[in-house]
């Protein structure tokens, strides 16, 4: 068993963080600031999103230069000092690097674009017009054409994000090993590993074509999800890179199903510990579209979570487990009532993720049940994702009031809000004007919940500290109960001495089930302050009331 399979994981989102010199944006010193709190929730591991230099087309995820840090969070020294404070602390920091595009600010693609010949001419996927049209109909993950026309280099270049981040060629040697050594110095400044961005797109399917576009998954993904090198590739970074330095490293697989996800993380591969894939998430797309008003059913959302947990665990493979980062909306906000019972919708997906089989990732504000910001106007919105979504679908006859509604459900920014430390101004993030706007008034903050032991900041450290005590966590295998059932989830997890059960209602009105069920458990996680309300052979649920208990398994 390696450490992390019992360890929890936090996603810091840096520039919504904590700002230390009022300018608005988080910064290193005020991680710094903050890994005490850290430590005092128990994680052992963070993924920092990028701090590189970047234009900011995608908040950092366009990448300037590979191997600095971006002024605006501080300077290489001051993250060098948070990896040894981190480090005191026995918390390890994964730095998430984007390999599948840069910058066009990027030297590689400013070399590139000037012409055919130059020794980066090949770094970038470069087309010429087919019949006087891009040179494929494929649609970028940002809205529109994934082809952008240079005059410069009078070719089209390929994007499939933002038109600032072009895709990089992998299947150039000179650039692959450009890359590796820029790995290699990252490890020589000490950190522990490395998220991969949409890992599973940096192979491409050669030669390109059009697509039928005949379903939103015919948008030109057969192409480059999962391409014919991928695992050349990052076995060649496992080797040179990950193995060597012992290092950490979770990946991000776009529109990956269970068997790649599988190949990836299965430890005789020798590529990734590790993989967040997005199936559940997608639980709310209407017809596989993200910008709609999407409806959710417990029982599809069940489906999905066994097929991960029996899937992942039959392929030896290991999961990530999240309900948010920093590109979704926040989970209390989609799946629950973040309202009058966000207290313990928050404790609910608390108790549903930890019970599960991977290493928990906890984002940001999860831990004090941050919501979504209920933005009203598209001008507070600062996403570009989300602001092309609304540009086309007011394109396309959307009314004003569906696209907001519909970004106040999905977009990216409701997730980027920045951190409630307190209830001084900006709730304590900054002294000066944050970058994104806070959201709805909240009447918790970091500082109320570490005054309160019946807080979700409590649940959480009880959960955190619970998995490393009980291997059945780690090692047990899953059983969904009652699939059908469209208000309760309970699940069990065994191993051969231990049974894990989960309990959740998902609905706002109480229900019964079995009290022959609970018998010979003991209570390790609850999100009602007292006990489970059981009546001669029922028990009963009531709203959003989650418990997980453990027994010993009858042979
Ligand atoms: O996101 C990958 C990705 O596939 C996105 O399309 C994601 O599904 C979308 O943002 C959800 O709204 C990664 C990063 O996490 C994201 O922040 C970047 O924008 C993207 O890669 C490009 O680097």
């Known amino acids: 068993m390696a450490w992390w399979h019992t360890a929890t994981a936090y996603q810091i989102y840096p520039r919504s963080f904590q700002d230390s010199n009022g300018d608005g944006f988080g910064d290193i010193p005020g991680i710094i600031r903050r890994l005490p709190y850290l430590h005092e929730l128990g994680i052992q591991?963070?993924?920092?999103?990028?701090?590189?230099?970047?234009?900011?087309?995608?908040?950092?995820?366009?990448?300037?230069?590979?191997?600095?840090?971006?002024?605006?969070?501080?300077?290489?020294?001051?993250?060098?000092?948070?990896?040894?404070?981190?480090?005191?602390?026995?918390?390890?920091?994964?730095?998430?690097?984007?390999?599948?595009?840069?910058?066009?600010?990027?030297?590689?693609?400013?070399?590139?674009?000037?012409?055919?010949?130059?020794?980066?001419?090949?770094?970038?996927?470069?087309?010429?017009?087919?019949?006087?049209?891009?040179?494929?109909?494929w649609l970028s993950r940002f809205s529109g054409s994934t082809w952008e026309w240079d005059d410069q280099r009078q070719q089209?270049?390929?994007?499939?994000?933002?038109?600032?981040?072009?895709?990089?060629?992998?299947?150039n040697p000179v650039l692959r090993k450009k890359i590796l050594a820029m790995m290699a110095w990252w490890a020589e400044q000490g950190i522990d590993g490395f998220r991969l961005d949409v890992i599973n797109m940096i192979s491409k399917r050669i030669p390109f074509g059009n697509v039928s576009r005949a379903t939103p998954q015919d948008d030109g993904r057969a192409y480059y999800i999962n391409g014919p090198h991928v695992h050349h590739y990052l076995q060649l970074m496992n080797q040179k890179i990950f193995a060597p330095n012992h290092m950490i490293t979770v990946g991000e697989l776009a529109s990956a199903g269970v068997a790649e996800t599988g190949e990836f993380t299965n430890p005789a591969n020798h590529e990734l510990a590790m993989a967040?894939?997005?199936?559940?998430?997608?639980?709310?797309?209407t017809d596989g579209r993200k910008w709609t008003l999407g409806q959710f059913s417990l029982p599809a959302l069940k489906a999905v979570l066994t097929k991960w947990q029996v899937g992942i665990a039959r392929e030896h493979g290991w999961n990530a487990l999240f309900w948010t980062n920093h590109d979704q909306p926040r989970a209390i906000s989609r799946f629950l009532n973040d309202d009058r019972y966000r207290i313990e919708s928050q404790k609910l997906l608390a108790i549903v993720q930890f019970g599960l089989q991977g290493t928990p990732y906890i984002y940001q504000g999860e831990e004090i049940?941050?919501?979504?910001?209920?933005?009203?106007?598209?001008?507070?919105?600062?996403?570009?994702?989300?602001?092309?979504?609304?540009?086309?679908?007011?394109?396309?006859?959307?009314?004003?009031?569906?696209?907001?509604?519909?970004?106040?459900?999905?977009?990216?920014?409701?997730?980027?809000?920045?951190?409630?430390?307190?209830?001084?101004?900006?709730?304590?993030?900054?002294?000066?004007?944050?970058?994104?706007?806070?959201?709805?008034?909240d009447p918790v903050t970091v500082k109320d919940a570490l005054a309160d032991p019946q807080s979700i900041f409590a649940l959480y450290q009880q959960l955190i500290a619970a998995r490393p005590a009980y291997p059945v966590f780690t090692d047990g295998d899953f059983h969904m109960l009652a699939p059908d059932d469209t208000t309760v989830m309970h699940y069990q997890r065994r191993n051969q001495t231990a049974v894990l059960s989960v309990w959740a209602n998902w609905s706002g009105t109480p229900q019964s089930r079995r009290a022959a069920d609970l018998r010979n458990t003991r209570l390790l996680a609850h999100n009602y302050p007292d006990g489970l309300q059981i009546a001669g052979e029922l028990f009963t649920l009531r709203p959003y009331e989650a418990v997980l208990l453990v027994g010993k398994q009858v042979q």
């Open 45 to 137: 591991l963070i993924w920092l999103t990028p701090m590189y230099p970047s234009p900011g087309y995608d908040n950092g995820y366009d990448i300037s230069d590979y191997q600095t840090i971006d002024p605006r969070y501080g300077t290489l020294t001051d993250f060098k000092e948070m990896l040894a404070v981190a480090h005191r602390y026995h918390i390890r920091i994964m730095m998430d690097l984007v390999l599948n595009h840069t910058s066009t600010e990027h030297p590689w693609f400013k070399a590139s674009r000037q012409d055919k010949t130059n020794p980066y001419a090949d770094f970038y996927f470069w087309a010429d017009a087919a019949a006087g049209q891009v040179p494929t109909n």
């Open 156 to 171: 089209y270049y390929l994007h499939i994000f933002e038109q600032h981040m072009p895709d990089l060629n992998w299947d």
């Open 276 to 285: 967040f894939s997005f199936e559940h998430l997608k639980i709310d797309y």
């Open 369 to 441: 049940g941050m919501r979504n910001a209920y933005f009203t106007n598209i001008d507070q919105y600062d996403d570009r994702e989300s602001r092309n979504a609304y540009a086309a679908m007011r394109q396309e006859g959307v009314d004003t009031a569906t696209a907001l509604a519909i970004l106040q459900q999905k977009s990216r920014d409701n997730a980027r809000t920045p951190m409630h430390w307190n209830h001084t101004p900006n709730y304590g993030f900054t002294t000066g004007t944050p970058w994104l706007q806070p959201g709805l008034d």
